[in-house]
């Protein structure tokens, strides 16, 4: 077999989407029904320092007896090289504010200079580039669903411990939101 063929196969990733194994999506609940229980996903603001009242608050979402015994919780730093979104809404609001002026020119070149240094490194020896990292909590209730009624009561169960797993983490000030299906196309 050919070397390059090998390498690309032994380099080819995986998808986001393909990680998460869904079998329904309750859109209003943001609820996902799996085939061994019922889940959801939050995303969080990471964290470049946790202080000692942030890992006690962290620490109570797994210790916490709202959440049912053999819940998965687990916890994903993405890094993504997608930040074209944010830069341009970053240029857009320059635009707005003065038009195309200097700074509108600056922010536009400093946009540049960001989505080429995602393609490659800033930094001569280095291998340092530009990155979105988003923070991911899922979390799985084991549940058996084989009823639509079944389904309405595990979900139910999974808006009441997300409500407290969500809480936690705002008080952590880790701001979470909850995501549906747009962000696992990535």
Do not use: W
Request: overall charge positive; hydrophobic content about 35%; aromatic content about 10%.
């Amino acid at each position: 077999m050919d070397t390059i063929k090998v390498a690309r196969q032994l380099l080819q990733r995986e998808s986001f989407s393909e990680l998460i194994p869904y079998l329904a999506y309750d859109d209003e609940s943001k609820v996902y029904a799996l085939d061994d229980g019922i889940g959801f996903c939050l995303e969080c603001t990471p964290m470049r320092i946790a202080g000692s009242d942030t890992v006690a608050t962290l620490r109570g979402i797994f210790e916490s007896s709202a959440i049912p015994s053999n819940t998965c919780i687990q916890i994903m730093l993405l890094s993504t090289s997608d930040i074209k979104h944010d830069l341009d809404q970053y240029v857009m609001l320059r635009e707005i504010r003065n038009g195309n002026d200097l700074f509108t020119d600056f922010c536009k070149k400093r946009r540049d200079f960001y989505l080429e240094g995602t393609k490659k490194s800033i930094l001569t020896g280095f291998d340092y580039r530009f990155r979105n990292f988003r923070l991911i909590v899922s979390v799985k209730l084991p549940v058996a669903i084989r009823t639509p009624e079944e389904f309405q009561s595990a979900k139910k169960k999974a808006m009441e411990v997300k409500s407290n797993i969500a809480q936690s983490l705002k008080t952590a000030n880790m701001n979470p939101s909850s995501m549906g299906l747009y962000p696992y196309s990535i």
